[in-house]
């Protein structure tokens, strides 16, 4: 039977991390709801921002460290009785988000031309791309504002709050790409300007209730040079972390490339379910981060392992029930997303590698918070590059012997979801197994 202590960590795991789930699915979906209003005007149109979403989710991708640095030096503070510093460090984070989105749009819409280009596509589709990320880029400040207001408040122990804040961003999105793609009939322009417009809703809504946070805690909404600093430098570090894994991705993608369409086809289904599966493990690895920083600040070592333990235990089991569905499914899911038969059998030895790692991808998915949480940026960077040394050895292999079909698809799984997840296992597993991690200067 499971102790009173044990229910309450429980509860305040969940009270964390079901929320957090929803705030992250919430993000794709202003893709989704981009893509399916403009699969109505065609195919052109549609290819353009397949182009266009590639160039944004890559910038955005990077830039996400502006969340995951903020969360911990808020956190840190919080715990230890300081809310008005806590707050203070957070919107700090935000006036460098700002600084940051403002050059990357200026440098953004300079250069979209030139970024497209890079694509090779037709003229017409290139005009497309060219328009919607031409909008979009004024966009960017936005998106790293609400980065870094979603990173305080988890700080705060809140990620009910940026769940309702993505809810309702999300349904003023839908509600303005269809009044200017349809009703004002501006077409794929008028999709970017709705994004753009709710983006920058989402930041009147967190500058209100921010603003709210600061005046209960005698906290200045005035940038501070030190609480800038301090998140430059510790999300530099989780940028190059960052870096690490979009060579992973992108190496992948090119070797699976190289192998074959049909391979090619095959290898972006699994990793598609693999995304799908990390939201989860991701809203755990923030529930691990928001606690672990607060327990650090509070001085509470105990505290500190038992979240550990928690955490990676729950990030255990979900893997094992997330594997055995994907396990289960392995037959049926290509042809949900194909329809074709080939591709699907294709794919199903893919989904059993899967399957199998997945209570390794848990442990790694919440170890990551957990060092996040304890602002070992520096490690998780260090270690990004370490997990590379074996994994890009092993995809050069498959691209060497020229292996394709089936086997080439089940080598390619290998590779990312077992030589690199547990390379990753082991950098991660290697820090906790003391308490290095834990005395990093906040």
């Known amino acids: ?92 984070g935000m006036w460098l988000a700002l600084a940051l989105g403002a050059v990357l749009a200026i440098i953004g819409a300079v250069s979209t031309p030139a970024m497209v280009g890079l694509f090779g596509a037709t003229d017409a589709v290139a005009q497309e791309a060219r328009t919607y990320l031409s909008i979009s880029m004024w966009g960017l400040p936005a998106m790293l504002i609400v980065f870094a207001a979603t990173g305080l408040l988890r700080g705060m122990q809140d990620t009910v709050t940026p769940l309702w804040i993505a809810g309702l961003g999300f349904g003023a999105n839908a509600l303005l790409n269809w009044l200017f793609i349809y009703g004002l009939g501006w077409g794929i322009a008028g999709s970017a300007f709705g994004t753009v417009t709710a983006q920058w809703g989402m930041v009147a809504a967190y500058v209100v209730v921010i603003r709210g946070l600061a005046r209960k805690h005698g906290a200045s909404m005035k940038a501070q040079g030190t609480g800038i600093r301090g998140t430059a430098r510790s999300g530099g570090w989780l940028f190059l972390r960052t870096v690490s894994l979009r060579v992973a991705l992108l190496a992948t993608v090119g070797v699976a490339t190289g192998i074959g369409t049909h391979e090619l086809a095959g290898w972006q289904i699994a990793f598609t379910i693999f995304s799908t599966a990390a939201f989860a493990l991701d809203a755990l690895a923030i529930a691990a981060q928001a606690m672990i920083g607060k327990s650090l600040g509070a001085g509470d070592m105990a505290q500190v392992h038992r979240v550990l333990r928690r955490t990676v235990a729950w990030g255990v089991w979900f893997g094992v029930l997330v594997g055995a569905l994907i396990g289960g ?68 292999i498959i691209s060497a012997t020229g292996v394709d ?18 390379a990753r296992l082991a950098t991660l597993g290697w820090r906790v197994r003391t308490d290095r991690w834990t005395q990093v200067a906040a």
Do not use: K
């Open 1 to 92: 039977m499971a102790s009173p202590a044990s229910g309450s960590l429980n509860r305040q795991i969940l009270h964390l991390a079901v929320p957090a789930l929803g705030a992250l699915v919430a993000e794709p979906a202003f893709l989704i709801i981009d893509a399916a209003m403009i699969g109505h005007l065609g195919a052109v149109p549609l290819a353009g921002l397949g182009i266009a979403s590639a160039v944004l989710q890559t910038i955005v991708g990077l830039m996400i460290f502006l969340a995951y640095s903020t969360t911990p030096a808020v956190a840190r503070r919080f715990g230890a009785g300081r809310p008005g510093d806590a707050v203070s460090v957070g919107i700090d």
């Open 329 to 396: 499914l392995s037959g049926v899911l290509g042809i949900v997303f194909t329809g074709d038969a080939e591709i699907a059998a294709l794919v199903q030895p893919a989904f059993i590698v899967l399957a199998v790692a997945q209570p390794f991808a848990g442990v790694v998915f919440v170890l990551d918070g957990v060092l996040m949480g304890a602002n070992d940026a520096r490690y998780l960077a260090i270690a990004g590059l370490l997990n590379l040394v074996p994994f890009l050895p092993a995809l050069w």
């Open 405 to 422: 079909g089936i086997a080439g698809l089940v080598w390619l799984a290998v590779a990312f979801f077992g030589v690199y997840m547990l």
